[in-house]
Structures are given as structure tokens and as C-alpha cells.
């Protein structure tokens, strides 16, 4: 981002945040790009088709967790053989399949296996991850969390493979929009996302509990890859919205800084490339 601030190109009005929105009337145009190389993603139990679905879902999820149903995508593969680039391409196409999204193009180098993946969807409006206000409760969905790290372990492969974030978590949070103040996805981990949050927002965020689960603290803190909304709620609709969710209310926002639990502050780490 700084390099973006370095060169003055014209930013959109999230610029900093998971999507971004092009302006088009009273709606925007909200956009996501997301990817990685197959090395980064493709554990010993996964093919190519894995990674292509993965791609499109990390995509997927960045818009979901801002209310926003996915409408059409467009990807970019590379492969050193013909045959990996159309398996990772079936994979990707099969993730467009399942969520009903226009495809919008691709394109093919040659290259380390890798897959970009761009999707879009329509909003008048999307909570970002600078507003969370003080007193405000944190909830997230039933979801599969810390199972990457489980995966590793043997269970919970099918997850990994391919994940499945919920359409219907979009249509919640656009239906209590006025209620969620802000909101991100959980890919980098809960602690490394609820930090994003509380960075952009400059405020504290508490965990006061954790959603029930036979992994251990660890992986459901740093698992990552869950690629579920973190939602930062009105304290009046918190019961409400965790209900329709089928998930739970584990925190609140506070005056302060930094991500914390049972009285400590906790360790910034997740997901990272570099």
C-alpha cells in the first residue's frame, strides 16, 4: 500500500481494505482479488483442481464477509505443463459452478503453478474494517475453525480441500447492515484478522471466549484459512445476528489497542507470505 501512496495513483473508497468499490450511481461495483502459488496451498492430499477451488474461494469469502453475493469472476493460471494449468483451471470453474458466478474470462502463462482469481459483486454500501466503535460485540459463524492446522494432523481434510463459506452469511450481514459496523475474513487467522480490525479501527478488541471445539486454543487463535466473516455488531442486535448465523458472540470492542485474552495481550501472528 505504501508503494500505491508513493506513485499518487487514484484509490477507491476502501482502499486498505479486503474489497474496494467502484462507484457506478447509487450502487458500487465491489471487487476482490486473491491468490498464491500451489506450493503455498497444496498439501499432500490435495491435487490441482484443489488449488483452483481454493483460489476462487479466497476470493469468494472477502466479498461474502462484507454482505456481498459474488456475481461474475475472471482468473489467471500458471503452470509449467498444459495439463496442471487445465486441472487448476477445472478446479477454479467448479468453485464458479457451486456459487452460481458468471464467468467473466481467463488467461494461461507459463510460470510456477499458481492462480490468481478476481470476483465481483454489486452493494450500496459495505462495512469496512476501520469503524468498529467502542461497545460494540464481536461474532462469528459456526465455522471450521483452526482446522488448517488440524489438517495437517489428518482430520478435517475435506475442509481444507474445499472449503464452503455460506452464501447466506452475505445476505445476513447486507440484511443487518446498519448493525454490523465492520466486518473481514477470517484467512489469516482469527487473531491476525480481529488485529487488522483493531489497528484500522484503533481500538481493543477482547475475546472473552472461544467457539466450542475438540482442537485446541492454538488452532482455533492461529489456524487461518477458515475463510468465514468476522462481524463487529451493535450490542443490540449481537443475540440476533449470532443466532441467524448459527454462531456466537466470543467479544466486545474496547477503548485501547491490540488483540487480547484472559488479561493478556496476545501474539500478532498468521498467515503470511514474506
Not at 462484507?66 to 487445465?86: D, H, M, N, T
Not at 510456477?112 to 464481536?138: Q, Y
Not at 475435506?158 to 452464501?167: A, G, I, N
Not at 448493525?179 to 484500522?200: E, P
Amino acid at each position: 500500500m505504501e508503494e500505491v501512496l508513493k506513485v499518487r495513483v487514484p484509490t477507491g473508497p476502501l482502499f486498505g481494505d479486503d474489497v474496494d468499490c467502484l462507484n457506478i450511481g447509487e450502487k458500487c461495483i465491489v471487487v476482490n482479488v486473491d491468490g498464491f502459488p500451489a506450493r503455498g496451498v497444496k498439501l499432500p492430499f490435495m491435487d490441482f483442481k484443489d488449488v483452483g477451488w481454493r483460489g476462487a474461494i479466497a476470493s469468494f469469502s472477502d466479498l461474502i464477509a462484507k454482505g456481498v453475493k459474488p456475481l461474475g469472476a475472471l482468473f489467471s493460471v500458471y503452470a509449467q505443463r498444459p495439463e496442471i494449468a487445465k486441472e487448476i483451471s477445472v478446479g477454479t470453474l467448479e468453485a464458479l459452478k457451486e456459487y452460481n458466478v458468471i464467468f467473466l474470462g481467463a488467461d494461461t502463462n507459463k510460470g510456477e503453478e499458481a492462480v490468481d482469481v478476481t470476483s465481483m459483486g454489486v452493494a450500496k454500501d459495505v462495512p469496512r474494517i476501520s469503524t468498529a466503535k467502542l461497545g460494540n460485540l464481536v461474532v462469528i459463524p459456526n465455522a471450521c475453525w483452526g482446522c488448517i492446522n488440524a489438517c495437517l494432523r489428518g482430520k478435517y481434510i475435506e475442509h481444507c480441500k474445499r472449503p464452503k463459506p455460506k452464501l447466506e452469511w452475505a445476505n445476513i450481514i447486507s440484511r443487518f447492515r446498519n448493525k454490523v459496523t465492520a466486518s473481514t475474513d477470517s484467512s489469516d487467522g482469527l487473531v491476525a484478522s480481529l488485529y487488522r480490525i483493531s489497528r484500522a479501527s484503533k481500538v481493543k478488541v477482547v475475546i472473552e471466549s472461544l467457539p466450542p471445539s475438540n482442537l485446541s486454543e492454538e488452532d482455533i487463535l492461529y489456524g487461518g484459512e477458515e475463510y468465514a466473516p468476522i462481524l463487529i455488531v451493535s450490542q443490540d442486535s449481537a443475540n440476533e445476528i449470532a443466532k441467524m448465523i448459527d454462531g456466537f458472540i466470543i467479544g466486545k470492542i474496547e477503548y485501547g489497542e491490540g488483540v487480547w485474552f484472559r488479561g493478556r495481550r496476545l501474539e500478532e501472528r498468521g498467515w503470511e507470505w514474506f
